[in-house]
């Protein structure tokens, strides 16, 4: 029975210390309405809108989910560390479209928000 108990200490503590050195491989989203330590940018965020038939607008004009990488893209070569995104899924926009957003935004390393479309 003793050794019974040693094979599951060993185990919980094999398993202790391989789960935390998992790091899960998620999207910087940050919801408004939370306090952050990251400081306000000094410019106005560019504004994605996704309207209820999954159709992009890039600061108020239409594009494709592909021109909307490409702005993107140029978006982050132009500003850098300081480029924001804010996120304005209409009520009714599919979760895909909202993802495929986020997704750019993560590969290029550009800061999403996500609000309420205006």
């Known amino acids: 029975m ?8 060993l185990l919980l503590i094999f398993f202790m210390l391989t789960s935390s050195m998992v790091i899960p491989n998620a999207l910087n989203l940050q919801l408004p309405g939370r ?5 306000t940018p000094k410019s106005t965020p ?7 038939g999954n159709d992009f607008t890039y600061n108020g004009e239409g594009v494709s989910l592909v021109d909307l990488e490409r702005r993107l893209k140029s978006l982050k070569k132009a500003k850098g560390k300081n480029a924001t995104l804010n996120i304005a899924p209409s009520g009714m926009a599919s979760n895909e479209a909202v993802v495929a957003v986020m997704d750019i935004a993560y590969r290029y390393e550009i800061r ?3 609000s309420d479309p205006q």
């Open 46 to 52: 560019t504004r994605v809108t996704i309207t209820s």
């Open 112 to 114: 999403a928000v996500l």
């Open 2 to 9: 003793s050794s019974l108990t040693d094979i599951i200490f």
């Open 35 to 39: 306090k952050s330590s990251i400081p």
